[in-house]
């Protein structure tokens, strides 16, 4: 279509507008006076050195990261429950010396050869370098309180703790171990669910992982699953939501499909405090909420109830 009838005063204006460019960088450079740099910032700001204080989220109390770190990372002021990683996770439930990893050496294929904005392959690579970690979860065998376990605990720094099949293969792992001998498992989920980069591979998880569980538990050995913040969708459908014991840490987000996604399809009003640990308490999904710093000791008073001899 011909728009030149329109005339640019009908909308207020006679002129043209200048046109804005930036300045010439040929003229810029060879301008003879030097306009010296000045310091964006004073020298003593940046004497401070960075991520030395954590703001808490719920009650914004300044908490120094040291003190936050010998807390297990629970705000000492509101008792916030930060994220923890797996490995100081692991050294703060078992007895000194007595963890040893089973299948670390695991690591994806990318067997889809995935490729979106950036590869899966480059994403696994930078969560490596960021993490330490080669996947999503460390598994292993250790003693809390005497209590010999097997134990998987998920990081959410890695890819958002997704189940991909190296999570998947190496909880599975674990369990068998656990079911030839014959000792408890405990599993430890912090995760947003299946790795959608591996597509329907980590879907098979689900079923891989909830199988081997079955042969655990027809064994009579307990399994315990403790859900941290947050616990979400395939990882909430397969073992995390099938423990003999459901535990989670206070106020993390529990749930199968988000709060928007249940919200925009029911067309409902969600009530208060909906998808976490309290919540769900309530509705007996979970069976106990347990802080941090207590559930070492509530956890070998649980196996200990549960029949697991300290040794
Ligand atoms: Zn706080």
Same mark, same amino acid.
């Given at each position: 279509?011909?728009?030149?009838?329109?005339?640019?005063?009908?909308?207020?204006?006679?002129?043209?507008?200048?046109?804005?460019?930036?300045?010439?960088?040929?003229?810029?450079?060879?301008?003879?006076? &030097?306009? +010296?740099?000045?310091?964006? *910032? !004073?020298?003593?700001?940046?004497?401070?050195?960075? =991520? $030395?204080?954590?703001?808490?989220?719920?009650?914004?109390?300044?908490?120094?990261?040291?003190?936050?770190?010998?807390?297990?990372?629970?705000?000492?002021?509101?008792?916030?429950?930060?994220?923890?990683?797996?490995?100081?996770?692991?050294?703060?439930?078992?007895?000194?010396?007595?963890?040893?990893?089973?299948?670390?050496?695991?690591?994806?294929?990318?067997?889809?050869?995935?490729?979106?904005?950036?590869?899966?392959?480059?994403?696994?690579?930078?969560?490596?370098?960021?993490?330490?970690?080669?996947?999503?979860?460390?598994?292993?065998?250790?003693?809390?309180?005497?209590?010999?376990?097997?134990?998987?605990?998920?990081?959410?720094?890695?890819?958002?703790?997704?189940?991909?099949?190296?999570?998947?293969?190496?909880?599975?792992?674990?369990?068998?171990?656990?079911?030839?001998? &014959?000792? +408890?498992?405990?599993?430890? *989920? !912090?995760?947003?669910?299946?790795?959608?980069?591996? =597509? $329907?591979?980590?879907?098979?998880?689900?079923?891989?992982?909830?199988?081997?569980?079955?042969?655990?538990?027809?064994?009579?050995?307990?399994?315990?699953?403790?859900?941290?913040?947050?616990?979400?969708?395939?990882?909430?459908?397969?073992?995390?939501?099938?423990?003999?014991?459901?535990?989670?840490?206070?106020?993390?987000?529990?749930?199968?499909?988000?709060?928007?996604?249940?919200?925009?399809?029911?067309?409902?009003?969600?009530?208060?405090?909906?998808?976490?640990?309290?919540?769900?308490?309530?509705?007996?999904?979970?069976?106990?909420?347990?802080?941090?710093?207590?559930?070492?000791?509530?956890?070998?008073?649980?196996?200990?109830?549960?029949?697991?001899?300290?040794?």
């Amino acid at each position: 279509m011909d728009f030149s009838f329109f005339k640019k005063s009908w909308f207020g204006s006679d002129k043209d507008a200048p046109a804005v460019t930036p300045p010439n960088q040929a003229t810029t450079e060879t301008s003879f006076v &030097k306009v +010296p740099k000045l310091p964006t *910032s !004073s020298p003593k700001k940046n004497n401070i050195p960075k =991520g $030395m204080w954590v703001k808490c989220p719920k009650c914004s109390r300044l908490v120094y990261d040291k003190d936050l770190d010998e807390n297990l990372k629970v705000c000492p002021g509101c008792a916030h429950h930060f994220p923890l990683d797996a490995w100081s996770r692991i050294f703060s439930l078992v007895d000194e010396n007595s963890f040893q990893e089973l299948n670390g050496q695991l690591t994806s294929k990318d067997p889809l050869g995935f490729k979106a904005v950036d590869s899966y392959k480059n994403k696994l690579q930078k969560n490596q370098k960021k993490t330490g970690m080669l996947d999503a979860v460390v598994t292993g065998v250790g003693k809390i309180n005497k209590h010999k376990v097997a134990l998987g605990v998920m990081d959410f720094r890695f890819l958002g703790g997704s189940m991909g099949s190296v999570v998947g293969e190496k909880l599975t792992r674990i369990i068998e171990h656990a079911t030839s001998k &014959k000792i +408890p498992v405990i599993i430890f *989920s !912090s995760s947003g669910g299946a790795r959608m980069y591996e =597509g $329907m591979l980590s879907l098979m998880q689900m079923a891989k992982t909830c199988g081997a569980l079955a042969y655990h538990s027809q064994k009579n050995l307990p399994y315990i699953s403790v859900l941290t913040n947050p616990t979400m969708a395939g990882v909430m459908a397969s073992y995390a939501g099938v423990g003999d014991l459901i535990l989670a840490e206070p106020e993390a987000t529990i749930g199968f499909a988000g709060r928007r996604v249940i919200k925009d399809t029911t067309q409902a009003e969600l009530p208060d405090g909906f998808q976490t640990s309290e919540f769900l308490l309530d509705r007996g999904l979970i069976d106990s909420i347990i802080p941090r710093k207590e559930m070492k000791d509530r956890l070998s008073y649980f196996l200990e109830f549960l029949g697991s001899k300290a040794k």
